[in-house]
């Protein structure tokens, strides 16, 4: 193989980041042509997750539609494949495959796992690999239970292989509802290295518009897509360590600025000691249960993964969102603060019933890490690409614990405006290096977001390494970490739990886009028939690590929807039912929005 564009294999971890590092690179074999470039720091710790631990963080997203449906069962099918084609053809890291820099030839870096994807000859070559990483189930199962099979699909092999390929489709079997429409349900499955929450509704909302464009139209796309083939290799999204705003100046004030931000890790106080999640079992299981071999025709049962992943889906009521977006606007914080501070009340209330009564539980704090979206943060917002850019959780906001026998609208506005203050710090509007500047200096600053978070994943991905693949020094001595005699301080305990929150879905996903009941005359599929699709909902889950319980939040028309991964072998799964009547019961009612002057005056 020939290789355009070679990368030094003498390169430190300073290299790696706001450079050209992780640049994709043209490979040639005899066959074919490959683009690759070298996992990034957060890509490859993902990476090391599902390898090593059977799947571990991979993205599962149960996905519903409602559609109306008067073509052929042949032209249904080739409808959703070409549909598949061209999603995996314009998000190319659902088409890539990861492979060892020593299987591409000379000059790229043996050390390092890279992201192959390749060069397509012709739209046939599309279609055909969209084949082979799609499962239409009712060829196997003529009835199948959504949300089982959402649960074997977490709690079995590893659905992919990321050497063959980092994503796949399943297509459940439809289900004709009462007024004649079919309800669809789509489960698409990805590496957590080439997909985030974000980046998975982006995926979510263009499959929705290729399913309503008809297979002639498709095919037309794919046929422009290979046309421009020459320009994939721009097309493909880098690393996120490449979007990030260069440390100006020379190399001794790059490294001067380095150690500053290695200090600050050092001295910035942790969060404080947190109450422990009140959904642990008391004794957690050893070893993961296995599932039932249901679906064994689709799905692998040989291996079970370490641990248990489950997933739960609360759906609030209008009235129950309404009060809670109410109570938002009364004390001006976000939306995204009012849903953390309602996973923090409901964890104290769990604390309060399984606590025993001799217990202080005012000693200690709700302590919740959450997800860092690093969009805002990159050299230019505005022209960030959607694809592969994956979070990193934060090391936690605290909230004092409030017990229930105080007002809840108080003790919602309290905690909600905490949160905010410091979840303020992440806001999600675009912030230049400029603007940055402006809001100073210290542990705790903005500007140390990208740094501190880069040296922590730099640690934590060296130390996933085998040793020969480690940083040695002159003497070939293994370096361990990179803060020196000033280690990173962190929490001497865990956290209760995490929390995200997407914000508003309806921005990428929304019911009622489609009518599909007006036909016009595009609609039409050649031969007569018609294919139009219209979102429902879709539930999005990680495979969980150790311990973990994350709790999703996001709203829209309908109101407002917490959906929650949990490891079941740590947290007891009648304790989250009962945590989940908690979520959904707690806000009903119209409550006490005016406190009476003695309690409001406290709180």
Not at 87 to 94: E, K, P, T
Not at 399 to 412: E, Q, V
Not at 513 to 541: C, T
Not at 573 to 581: L, Q
């Amino acid at each position: 193989m020939s290789q355009e564009g070679s990368v030094s294999n003498d390169v430190d971890w300073l290299a790696r980041y706001a450079g050209n590092y992780h640049d994709w690179h043209t490979v040639r074999s005899e066959s074919e042509t490959y683009y690759a470039r070298p996992l990034g720091i957060v890509e490859t710790a993902f990476d090391h997750d599902g390898i090593d631990f059977e799947g571990r963080a991979d993205v599962n997203a149960l996905s519903t539609f409602e559609a109306n449906i008067s073509i052929s069962e042949e032209k249904y099918r080739r409808r959703i494949i070409l549909a598949w084609a061209c999603l995996r053809a314009h998000h190319g890291l659902l088409r890539s495959k990861v492979v060892e820099g020593s299987a591409l030839g000379p000059g790229l870096s043996r050390q390092e796992r890279h992201f192959v994807v390749t060069k397509p000859r012709a739209s046939s070559q599309l279609i055909e690999e969209a084949q082979q990483h799609i499962v239409f189930v009712e060829d196997h199962y003529k009835d199948v239970n959504s949300e089982q099979f959402f649960r074997h699909i977490m709690n079995t092999t590893r659905t992919i292989d990321p050497a063959i390929c980092l994503s796949k489709l399943f297509v459940l079997p439809k289900r004709r509802l009462n007024n004649g429409h079919f309800r669809l349900n789509f489960l698409m499955v990805a590496g957590h290295e080439i997909t985030d929450g974000l980046t998975n509704y982006f995926h979510h909302a263009h499959l929705i518009r290729l399913l309503n464009t008809s297979s002639a139209k498709l095919q037309e796309n794919l046929a422009t897509f290979i046309a421009q083939a020459a320009n994939l290799a721009k097309l493909l999204p880098p690393a996120q360590e490449t979007l990030y705003p260069p440390v100006s100046g020379n190399r001794a004030r790059q490294r001067w600025i380095w150690t500053i931000s290695k200090i600050f890790r050092h001295v910035r106080k942790p969060p404080p000691a947190a109450f422990p999640n009140p959904l642990r079992h008391a004794n957690p299981f050893e070893s993961a249960h296995s599932m039932p071999p249901t679906y064994e025709s689709i799905l692998d049962y040989t291996k079970t993964p370490p641990l248990n992943s489950f997933t739960y889906h609360v759906k609030l009521s209008r009235q129950a969102s309404n009060r809670i977006i109410r109570l938002c606007r009364q004390a001006k914080i976000s939306i995204g603060s009012g849903c953390f501070t309602v996973v923090a009340l409901s964890m104290m209330v769990m604390r309060e019933r399984y606590s025993s009564t001799s217990e202080d539980l005012s000693r200690l704090p709700f302590v919740a890490g959450f997800p860092v979206n690093p969009r805002p943060f990159f050299r230019d917002p505005k022209t960030v690409p959607t694809d592969s850019l994956m979070l990193a959780f934060s090391d936690g906001i605290s909230l004092p614990f409030l017990p229930s026998s105080l007002p809840l609208a108080g003790r919602f506005r309290l905690l909600a405006r905490q949160a905010h203050r410091q979840l303020i710090v992440y806001q999600k509007r675009p912030r230049t290096p400029e603007q940055l500047k402006l809001l100073g200096l210290g542990p705790r600053s903005p500007s140390q977001l990208l740094p501190g978070n880069y040296l922590g994943m730099v640690e934590r991905t060296e130390a996933m390494l085998p040793p020969h693949q480690r940083r040695h020094d002159e003497n070939g001595n293994e370096i361990l970490g990179l803060q020196g005699a000033y280690p990173a301080r962190r929490s001497d305990t865990g956290q209760t739990c995490g929390v995200s929150s997407v914000g508003d879905r309806t921005r990428f996903l929304t019911q009622g886009l489609v009518d599909l009941d007006v036909v016009r005359e595009e609609d039409n599929e050649e031969g007569g028939g018609v294919f139009k699709v219209d979102f429902r909902d879709v539930l999005a889950a990680v495979r969980v690590r150790d311990g973990e319980f994350l709790v999703g939040s996001a709203g829209d028309d309908q109101g407002l929807h917490f959906a929650a991964s949990s490891d079941g072998n740590a947290n007891d799964e009648e304790k989250v039912y009962e945590w989940m009547k908690v979520v959904r019961e707690m806000f009903e009612g119209d409550g006490d929005e005016v406190d009476s002057p003695g309690v409001a005056s406290k709180l």
